[in-house]
């Protein structure tokens, strides 16, 4: 979770210039309480590996931009 908490009220202030993060702390809770609700239940994809098979082309155009040697 980021160090500095933030929160707008875009219909009054759509340039973000004024956070209401200190005055509406019940907001800031429930969205917590909603974010943290939300990473409990997407899907982890962990860092192992994939066989996958790539085309000529697919593997020239990957080599190109450096993404492979």
Known sequence: ?????????????PDERTSLADVRRDAVT????ELGE???????YGAGTVDISLD?????????LGYMQ
């Open 1 to 13: 979770l980021p160090d500095i908490e933030e929160l707008y009220d875009l219909s009054r202030d």
């Open 56 to 64: 000529d082309e697919t593997l020239e155009q990957l080599e190109s």
């Open 30 to 33: 429930a969205f917590r309480m």
């Open 38 to 44: 939300f990473h409990r239940t997407i899907p982890r």
